[in-house]
């Protein structure tokens, strides 16, 4: 991970695709639309034992934590976590998809 992207990277081909990025309005973090990609830093990731999923969960009093195809980049879930959070410090994902994570709130 980068900043509030995921880098998924093809040893076969050396080349990089990206989870998130893109075109985005020129708002502040705490308002910015978290409905497709991570608004701000990554702070956690993992991948499932048959590397097809990834999830990461980002920092924010409100942060996300998105399930994403950890091949293509393609976005499977979001999941919003309530006010006060304060980020998402550690993800893990099994190999039936269920997740589990740990906030930083008091």
Do not use: Y
């Amino acid at each position: 991970m980068t900043a509030a992207l995921g880098v998924i990277l093809d040893p076969k081909t050396n080349t990089q695709s990206f989870f998130g990025g893109g075109e985005v309005d020129c708002t502040a973090k705490n308002v910015a639309n978290d409905n497709d990609h991570h608004t701000d830093d990554i702070l956690s990731i993992a991948i499932d034992p048959a590397r097809q999923t990834a999830v990461s969960g980002q920092v924010g009093s409100a942060p996300t934590i998105f399930c994403w195809d950890a091949c293509t980049g393609q976005k499977k879930n979001r999941i919003k976590i309530g006010k006060g959070a304060r980020g998402i410090a550690a993800v893990s994902i099994n190999g039936d998809g269920c997740i589990a994570a740990v906030d930083m709130h008091d």
